[in-house]
């Protein structure tokens, strides 16, 4: 077996919406690993043998954005139990390589402040925070969060987990080959929301040119908004909920509705202004509130609805070129001298898993595109594009696509199975062929996976209609 990576993305520990997290029946984080979790080491067993791959987690492990630090942390230790039992063989190297995300952007916050402490304790004053770590090399920051986790599993003690920010790669000057991975956040334009205001402002181009200004003019957005609400109390809470509300179609427009009215009916008990008024050609003051809710919650959910009926839409190709062609391109150029005449690219963030080529400026050959999909239901259910894979890299930077599930929308699951981007690759056979002699521990995974979206689509469909009886009543009062 050639397999030397192992990259997951998305599994979003501690959130009660990712199966990968365990929960009691009181919603709260029980001790141990999931059945998921387990099956899914199970079956990771049995495929790779006697081989211990290195272990990429490709943002987005740890759920900070909506989740509280103590019920992630207990839920790493889940995942820690189920790779690297205390009574068994380790599935993984024993050193992990961590790429933050958006979720979990507060990890290389954390690696910044300690680097910049650690210079200052040397007698050098930095400039300013280092704003990214290099691609290619083993990165030199650890993830103190994980490392001081590690300490609760004294079996442990000589593991470690190292970050990167915003990517990670492994580059192969004898093959001219590169697989370059980010966990896929800048790809989004929602995270490049300075970017974007500044090139409008300035009448400029708003994506960055280099990684460097990618993070220094987004990084505090991402950190402030959506890497830490996990600990903001019941604002964070809150926070969660309009995110859910705002993913189901029924939810959102219920939301909208409620969320009119209340405002309509504090002008009037407030203000003593009528929502009935007339303003012109028969529009009403109410008509028109109701109107810019629907613009701005109602669309934004339509828009978030949208996006899982296609893997990627034109303008999401479009930043995607983009990131290759000019942050990702100008940084190998720097660190490797030129651009690998074989390139892989692996993202997450989606949460829809798939694997193509595209073509992408100044790349000699199509660039291999492969997204990892994600762990937690975003709607009631999945959309059939939406589901899960985990992504195989060789000791020959191959990459191959291990599909784990998709939605199960004709009530079956698709068996578990290795796909490519469509090159010629060693690695996808040899890895069918291991796949094949698992099957029935992945037969067992899929069928806990069903199980699972089951449970966890009836109990979002009853907290959806719950949520949506309590705006309206709210309204009403």
């Known amino acids: 077996m050639s397999i030397a990576h192992v990259v997951l993305s998305d599994i979003h520990l501690g959130a009660r919406d990712s199966i990968m997290t365990?929960?009691?029946?009181?919603?709260?984080?029980?001790?141990?690993?999931?059945?998921?979790?387990?099956?899914f080491a199970n079956g990771m067993r049995e495929t790779l043998g006697?081989?211990?791959?290195?272990?990429?987690?490709?943002?987005?492990?740890?759920?900070?954005?909506?989740?509280?630090?103590?019920?992630?942390s207990k839920s790493f230790l889940q995942l820690l139990d189920a790779f690297f039992p205390v009574d068994g063989a380790d599935l993984f190297a024993r050193e992990i390589i961590y790429v933050a995300g958006n979720h979990d952007h507060h990890l290389w916050r954390i690696a910044q402040d300690q680097g910049f402490l650690e210079a200052v304790e040397t007698g050098e004053i930095p400039s300013d925070l280092a704003s990214t770590s290099r691609i290619f090399g083993t990165p030199s920051r650890r993830c103190r969060m994980m490392e001081s986790l590690l300490k609760h599993r004294p079996h442990l003690a000589d593991a470690s987990v190292r970050i990167a920010y915003p990517n990670w790669g492994i580059a192969d000057k004898d093959l001219n080959r590169a697989v370059v991975m980010h966990h896929g956040h800048y790809l989004d334009g929602m995270y490049r929301a300075l970017s974007n205001m500044r090139g409008f402002l300035g009448d400029s181009d708003p994506r960055p040119a280099t990684m460097q200004q990618l993070e220094q003019e987004n990084g505090p957005w991402i950190d402030f908004l959506w890497s830490d609400l996990g600990s903001a109390g019941e604002v964070g809470s809150e926070v969660g909920s309009l995110y859910e509300t705002m993913l189901s179609a029924g939810a959102s427009h219920d939301f909208a509705e409620s969320l009119s009215r209340r405002i309509t009916g504090g002008l009037h008990s407030k203000l003593g202004i009528n929502p009935k008024m007339q303003l012109k050609y028969g529009i009403t003051l109410d008509n028109l509130i109701r109107a810019g809710v629907d613009l701005t919650a109602g669309r934004a959910a339509e828009r978030q609805r949208d996006g899982h009926s296609h893997v990627m839409g034109q303008d999401e190709v479009d930043d995607l070129g983009w990131y290759l062609a000019t942050p990702v391109a100008a940084e190998m150029r720097k660190e490797l001298g030129g651009i690998p005449r074989e390139v892989n690219f692996i993202f997450g963030h989606t949460h829809k898993p798939f694997q193509d080529e595209l073509l992408v400026d100044g790349f000699e050959v199509p660039v291999g595109v492969f997204n990892t999909g994600g762990w937690v239901l975003d709607e009631p259910t999945l959309m059939p594009v939406q589901g899960c894979a985990a992504m195989l890299v060789s000791d020959k930077l191959e990459v191959a696509s291990l599909r784990l599930f998709n939605d199960p929308t004709d009530g079956t699951m698709a068996p578990v199975r290795v796909e490519g981007s469509g090159r010629q690759s060693r690695l996808v056979d040899e890895t069918n062929e291991a796949v094949s002699h698992a099957a029935s521990h992945w037969?067992?995974?899929?069928?806990?996976?069903?199980?699972?979206?089951?449970?966890?689509?009836?109990?979002?469909?009853?907290?959806?209609?719950?949520?949506?009886?309590?705006y309206a009543r709210e309204a009403a009062e």
Not at 456 to 470: G, Q
């Open 22 to 39: 365990h929960l009691t029946v009181h919603d709260e984080i029980a001790d141990g690993p999931s059945e998921v979790l387990s099956a």
């Open 50 to 72: 006697e081989v211990t791959p290195q272990l990429v987690l490709l943002g987005d492990a740890l759920d900070l954005g909506l989740s509280p630090f103590g019920d992630v």
């Open 443 to 470: 037969a067992e995974f899929s069928d806990i996976v069903h199980k699972r979206i089951i449970e966890e689509a009836d109990k979002r469909v009853v907290k959806l209609l719950k949520d949506s009886n309590e």
